[in-house]
């Protein structure tokens, strides 16, 4: 337990947290890291938007008496906070009311948090996002003053809070009300960056909404190809930056990996770390996982593990045998996921292998993959859509696990693949370099391996990993075996991370504002 000097009080804001509102891994370590923070006696609370899916949900939430009037886009927009708690902790979490921004997400008429399907199948962006999130950080800052919850730290994360820092540096902390000015001028900021790619950028036009002033709309601060950039905001506005991996940190300080970014960054380098994500146990584990048809752990993995292979070969009626290497595939279906390279590989897979994909994503990989379903219905499963607990048994059930990201900040699913004994095949990127130790033939000896690399971004060099993989598990069952219990061994606990982020809240009690 923190002494008293140690102890933080945070305010962590993101557009998703797991139980209320997910797309990805954001909305994981949303939940975890709180939960973890609150475990080492921290005293840390959740802010994010009121979607449908989270006042529909299955945890709790109930409206508080706590009313917003914020100015925005040339209108004055209300909103209300709810109050809900984080499953199994005490972390307090409010929810941000506003209807006409937030209640629209219903998945079946293809309503997603950002985005919505348009008529033939593409993605697209809501129009409102920059005024759907401007709110949302407006929120945050008024919601301090509404509830005289007054943090000393603020945690970003992602461009949809990038507007915080500069809503609190330009007109928070110059609050007409003395007191009121006096707690804003002490609150620091973290920005989390978990995607580089995504930035927030807006048509300029946007920016007028913004009640900001145009001297910020420059290249140095908020503008970016004549764009208002939110991430870039956040970057550029807060005390201090984080992403999470260390490799991730270097990469995105670079022109492949930076999407423009990388000169900003860069003038920031020295307030600039990497974290890699940690693991929530107590939902991934083998050994407890109630999505599982059999539990089994690093003690004893079989028959456990086995059940799980057939129970998900039967639910993608794939032939049932056991010896068939079974290849396993969770992935938003996206470019940065390297699925390019997937559906190229897998003509060459499939020859001797099954493959299993949970996915959902852009309408070409749903009928490239749907393509290749219906050629080889006895070696490929594929669902396309978004289903936790089938991504649980994919986990559990497969052999391998494949991640041939293009760019991976950090991952979760490599993390998670270990603990399950199932193989991870990586492209050596971002957090996949950080966790995953390519098997060879001396780290193998050593007990260090945990998986199988590659680098080039061809799909030459994907199948030559997935082979090596192949091969190992078909020809040599107790190297396999090794390599299994090596991964399922491994701690990426969040405890791990938070103690890292501590650090980082340590250095902000430093600055000045
Ligand atoms: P990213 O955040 O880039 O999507 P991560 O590996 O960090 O990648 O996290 C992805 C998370 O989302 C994991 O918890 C994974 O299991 C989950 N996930 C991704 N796609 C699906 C899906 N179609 N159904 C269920 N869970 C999914
Ligand atoms: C992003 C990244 C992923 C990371 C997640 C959570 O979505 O793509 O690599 O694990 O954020 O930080």
Known sequence: ??????????????????????????????????????????????????????RTGAIPVAPTEHTLSIPLGGRRLAGRLWRSTLPESRVPVYLVEQNELFDRDERRFGHGLY??????????????????????????????????????IVH??????????????????????????????????????????????????????????????????????????????????????????????????????????????????????????????????????????????????QPGKGICKAALQKRFGL????????????????????????????????KDCQVVVLGEGEGRYHDQLTALQQAAPRRLGVFLGFDEPLAHRIEAGADIFLMPSEYEPSGLNQLYSMKYGTVPVVRATGGLADTVVDCTPQTLSQGEATGFRFVALTTDAFLEATHRAVALYQHQPTAWMQLLLTGMRQDWSWQRSAAEYEKLYGRLRDYDA
């Not at 010896?323 to 060459?348: H, S």
Request: with cysteine; proline share 6%.
């Open 115 to 152: 985005q919505f399907s348009a008529t033939a199948g593409e993605k697209r962006d809501y129009r409102d996002n920059c005024l759907r999130f401007a709110f949302f950080c407006r929120a945050v800052l008024e919601s301090m003053r509404v509830l005289d919850l007054w943090p000393e």
């Open 156 to 301: 970003l994360n992602d461009w949809q809070t990038g507007l915080i820092p500069v809503y609190l540096r330009e007109m928070y902390r110059h609050h007409s009300d003395a007191r009121l000015r006096e707690h804003y001028r002490r609150i620091r900021t973290l920005l989390t960056i978990h995607n580089i790619a995504y930035q927030g950028l807006f048509p300029p036009g946007e920016f007028a909404g913004l009640g900001l002033d145009w001297r910020l709309f420059n290249y140095h601060q908020l503008e970016f190809h004549n764009h208002l950039n939110c991430l870039k905001a956040g970057i550029v506005f807060s005390d201090l930056l984080n992403t999470v991996s260390p490799t991730y940190a270097r990469e995105i300080q670079t022109p492949y990996f930076g999407w423009g970014m990388q000169d900003c960054l860069r003038e920031r380098g020295g307030r600039l770390f990497g974290i890699v994500n940690g693991v929530d146990y107590s939902q991934w584990d083998p050994a407890t996982d109630v999505h599982l048809p059999a539990n089994y752990s690093v003690d004893q993995v």
């Open 319 to 350: 032939a049932e045998e056991p010896r068939i290497p079974l290849l396993g595939v969770v992935a938003r279906l996206v470019e940065q996921k390297g699925i390019p390279f997937l559906v190229a590989g897998l003509p060459t897979l499939l």
């Open 1 to 54: 337990m923190p002494s008293t000097e140690t102890k933080f009080k945070i305010l962590l804001a993101a557009s998703e947290v797991m139980g209320y509102a997910k797309t990805g891994g954001l909305a994981d370590v949303a939940a975890s890291l709180p939960h973890a923070l609150a475990e080492r006696g921290h005293d840390c609370t959740i802010l994010l938007p009121l979607y449908r899916c989270a």
